[in-house]
C-alpha cells in the first residue's frame, strides 16, 4: 500500500507559480512511476505529467515549458512546479502511484491517489 499526501495547492494570480508536493509512504517509492493528474469543475480527470523511476518526465502539451515535474526518492516526494500559470490551469490536482514501467498517462493505470489539492489562478 502507499498513501499520498498532496500540499501547496492555493490561489494565484495569472502568469504566477505554485509548487505542489506529494509525500508517499512506503519503502519502494523509487521504484514507482509518479503521475500527476487534474481535474476541473464538470471535466473528467486529465493526465498533467509523470516521471518514471530513471527519472525520465513526460507532459501534456498544453503545460509543457511551463510546469516541471521531478522526485527527491530519498523525501519519498514527488514535485510539480508550475510557473506562468493560466486560468485554464485551475483544477483540483492529484498525485498518483503506479507499478507500470512506461510514462503512464492514463488514470487507469495507477493504482494509488492522493486527496487532491486545489489550485485556483485568477486572471
Known amino acids: 500500500q502507499v498513501q499520498l499526501v498532496e500540499s501547496g495547492g492555493g490561489l494565484v494570480q495569472a502568469g504566477g507559480s505554485l509548487r505542489l508536493s506529494c509525500a508517499a509512504s512506503?519503502?519502494?517509492?523509487?521504484?514507482?512511476?509518479m503521475g500527476w493528474f487534474r481535474q476541473a469543475p464538470g471535466k473528467e480527470r486529465e493526465f498533467v505529467s509523470s516521471?518514471?523511476?530513471?527519472?525520465?518526465?513526460y507532459y501534456e502539451d498544453s503545460v509543457k515549458g511551463r510546469f516541471t515535474i521531478s522526485r527527491d526518492n530519498a523525501k519519498n516526494t514527488v514535485y510539480l512546479q508550475m510557473n506562468r500559470l493560466k486560468p485554464e490551469d485551475t483544477a483540483v490536482y492529484y498525485c498518483?502511484?503506479?507499478?507500470?514501467?512506461?510514462?503512464?498517462?492514463?488514470?487507469?493505470?495507477?493504482?494509488?491517489w492522493g486527496q487532491g489539492t486545489q489550485v485556483t489562478v485568477s486572471s
Open positions: 498518483a502511484a503506479t507499478g507500470v514501467l512506461g510514462m503512464a498517462v492514463s488514470p487507469s493505470s495507477y493504482a494509488y
Open positions: 516521471i518514471n523511476r530513471r527519472g525520465d518526465s
Open positions: 512506503g519503502r519502494t517509492f523509487s521504484t514507482y512511476t
